[in-house]
C-alpha cells in the first residue's frame, strides 16, 4: 500500500518560549486530538508528535491508547480512527526516518510560522508540489512560541503563514492545521 506523500509533524522540541530560548513545550490534549481529526479528515496517515520528554511520549501514547483500546474505542469509533494515525517520536530525525520507509524519494521538509519569511512560497504552489505522489513532504508544525531559526534553515520549503484580514494573527496550532489540511487537500 502506498502512503500518503504527505505527513504532519507537531514539534515539541526545538521550539521557543516567550523569551525566545529554545524549549521543549508541553503536548496538550486538545492539539493531539484535533490535529489528528484533521489529518486523517483530509486523507493523511501519519501525525507525527515530536518531543524528547520520556514523559510527554508516555503520555501522548497514553492519550492515544484509551481512544485505541477498551471503553473509549467502544465510545468513539471515530476518534479511534483519527488516532491510530498519531506517530510518537523523541526527535524531527526519528519522524523523518519513520516517514521515509514508504518512499523512495527523500522525505522533504516543509516548515511554516506566523510570521512572514523572505523565500517562503504560498500553499496553492504546495498543493501543486503534493501532486508527485511519490515526493513525500513531511510539514512540521512548532508549538509555544514557534519552531527555531535552525529549524527554518535546515527546511526544504518554507510556507507563508495563515493570514486573515486582521492585524491579530496568533491561531493556536491545531486551526492552522486545520486551514492549511483544508487548503492542501480539501475540494
Not at 503536548?27 to 515530536?50: E, M, P
Not at 484509551?66 to 465510545?75: E, M, S
Not at 530525525?93 to 527523500?106: L, N, P
Not at 512560497?121 to 512548532?142: H, N, V
Amino acid at each position: 500500500m502506498a502512503c500518503n506523500n504527505l505527513a504532519i509533524a507537531l514539534v515539541h522540541y526545538p521550539v521557543y518560549n516567550k523569551h525566545h530560548e529554545v524549549v521543549t513545550s508541553a503536548l496538550t490534549n486538545l492539539d493531539q486530538h484535533d490535529i489528528a481529526r484533521s489529518s486523517k479528515t483530509f486523507g493523511l496517515d501519519r501525525f507525527y508528535i515530536v518531543t524528547p520528554s520520556i514523559e510527554q511520549r508516555k503520555l501522548a501514547e497514553r492519550i492515544s491508547g484509551h481512544w485505541q483500546n477498551g471503553w473509549g474505542a467502544d465510545y468513539n469509533p471515530d476518534r479511534r480512527q483519527a488516532l491510530d494515525i498519531v506517530r510518537v517520536t523523541p526527535s524531527l530525525s526519528s519522524a523523518v526516518a519513520d516517514f521515509q520507509s514508504g518512499f523512495d524519494k527523500k522525505v522533504r521538509i516543509a516548515v511554516t510560522g506566523a510570521a512572514h519569511r523572505t523565500g517562503s512560497i504560498a500553499l496553492l504552489e504546495f498543493r501543486e508540489l503534493l501532486q508527485d505522489k511519490d515526493q513525500p513532504y513531511l510539514l512540521l508544525l512548532g508549538t509555544g512560541w514557534g519552531l527555531t531559526d535552525e529549524v527554518f534553515a535546515d527546511a526544504d520549503l518554507i510556507l507563508q503563514p495563515i493570514a486573515g484580514n486582521g492585524t491579530y494573527n496568533h491561531l493556536s496550532v491545531r486551526s492552522a492545521a486545520a486551514i492549511m489540511l483544508d487548503r492542501l487537500r480539501g475540494f
